[in-house]
């Protein structure tokens, strides 16, 4: 049974996301209620804690992994869930989705060539490419009618004109929540074909989506240039640490090379964690999945009445998916100092910077709510309070 709780024990001094050092180092105070980091703030399944408790009491860490059998659950999972029909020989493991990101481009792309992003997007996305000596470029996402769409006649110049090899593409998109809908895609799609651009689709938060959001996977279109990203039970599942991902393309060309890549660097295979924790969460962690993305909707409605309701000059963009919610304080009309200062000392939530994402206004942050309910509002009745102090 999926559980919420405030104050919870285990959360408390962990590394990184409640790490005292870092909120000092990031935010100029460690007095805060970490909004940051795409980590939930909920114990994991149960069916999960057993595996990796049974998995600890034999006292033994042998090499041992079972890709096929890993495979074979996210298939049944994918079907499930998304209609999605995967096929089993399909698949190449590698540690991580940024690991995987990070081989792909420098497999498929060459220095000095250019790979786009859709802006504001994960500011890893960026950093992975630079640091590989490739180039960003960056389409900038569009708002309209409160909700964020992709340029494509930017999209369609960028592809032709700016040595653009690879597209990355974010689906559902962190930060901004979008679960790009079939007909998004097949647009965009239609485009990368004309110019035979790689697409490569990070879907690690495809699980998470909301009522009335359809999650389509670039791996159901019929484009032979294509490589999903399947992600694993890391974002749904509570497993950051157990770090794994799963490259999926049925273009056995581009699969071929990506396989031969991965063993020559010994990174193709799980471990005993991985193994374990993935047949565990997509065999018998459904249940609770389902009341996971039940509690985090109900968050995400609770948060967007409540700002609707007592602070009409902050905006918020709704996720359709994601753990992530996107907030434009450009309404409350402050320096960028003031706004660090009214969410930092008076609301005391750290929220990422939309700076990081490549946003290049300020007045945008990003907030994760996959914490208790409770918790969101004491730190959403705090932002009320400095809002009003504002006379907004
Ligand atoms: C879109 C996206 N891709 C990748 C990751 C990180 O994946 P991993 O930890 O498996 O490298 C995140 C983490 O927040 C993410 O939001």
């Known amino acids: 049974m999926f559980k919420a709780f405030t104050n919870n024990p285990t959360a408390a001094n962990k590394f990184i996301k409640h790490d005292s050092d870092m909120l000092s ?6 007095e805060v209620t970490p909004y940051w980091i795409a980590d939930m703030e909920f114990p994991i399944a149960s069916p ?6 049974h998995l600890v009491s034999r006292e033994t860490y042998s090499y041992e992994f079972d890709s096929e059998a890993v495979f074979a659950g996210i298939s049944a999972w994918n079907k499930k869930r998304h209609g999605l029909t995967l096929d089993m020989k399909s698949f190449v493991q590698v540690p991580g989705v940024l690991s995987a990101i990070a081989l792909l481009i420098r497999e498929f792309t060459e220095k000095g ?23 960003a470029i960056s ?7 409160d909700r964020y769409v992709m340029d494509y006649e930017a999209f369609e110049n960028q592809l032709r004109d700016e040595n653009v090899k690879m597209v990355l593409l974010c689906n559902p998109h962190n930060p901004v929540g979008r679960v790009w809908s079939k007909h998004e895609l097949e647009k965009m799609v239609e485009i990368a074909e004309k110019t035979q651009t ?8 495809g699980d998470i989506v909301f009522d009335g959001a359809d999650f389509t996977s670039i791996a159901s279109f019929d484009y032979e240039n294509t490589i999903t990203i399947i992600g694993s039970p890391a974002k749904n599942f509570g497993l950051n640490s157990i770090s794994n991902g799963y490259i999926y393309t049925t273009n056995s060309g581009l699969k071929d090379a990506i396989k031969a890549t991965v063993a020559s660097m010994s990174l193709d295979h799980g471990n005993a964690f991985t193994t374990y924790a993935t047949i565990a969460a997509y065999q018998h962690g459904e249940e609770w999945f389902n009341q996971f993305v039940e509690y985090t909707q109900n968050n995400r409605d609770w948060i967007m009445d409540f700002i609707s309701q007592h602070m009409p000059h902050v905006k918020v963009f709704k996720p359709e998916g994601t753990n992530q919610i996107w907030f434009d304080f450009t309404g409350l009309d402050l320096e960028t100092g003031a706004l660090k200062t009214l969410l930092v000392n008076d609301a005391k939530m750290a929220l990422t910077p939309g700076t990081w994402f490549g946003e290049p206004d300020a007045n945008f942050y990003r907030m994760n709510f996959a914490a208790p309910l409770e918790q969101i509002q004491a730190s959403l009745e705090l932002l009320k309070s400095a809002v009003m102090n504002l006379n907004k």
């Open 139 to 145: 389409n900038t996402l569009k708002i309209e009618n």
């Open 198 to 205: 790689l697409i490569v689709s990070d879907e690690v938060h």
């Open 25 to 30: 180092q990031v935010y100029g105070s460690d």
């Open 113 to 135: 060539e250019g790979v786009l992003i859709q802006t504001p997007v994960y500011h890893q996305f960026r950093r992975l490419i630079e640091s590989a000596g490739r180039t």
């Open 48 to 53: 999960i804690t057993q595996a990796m408790q």
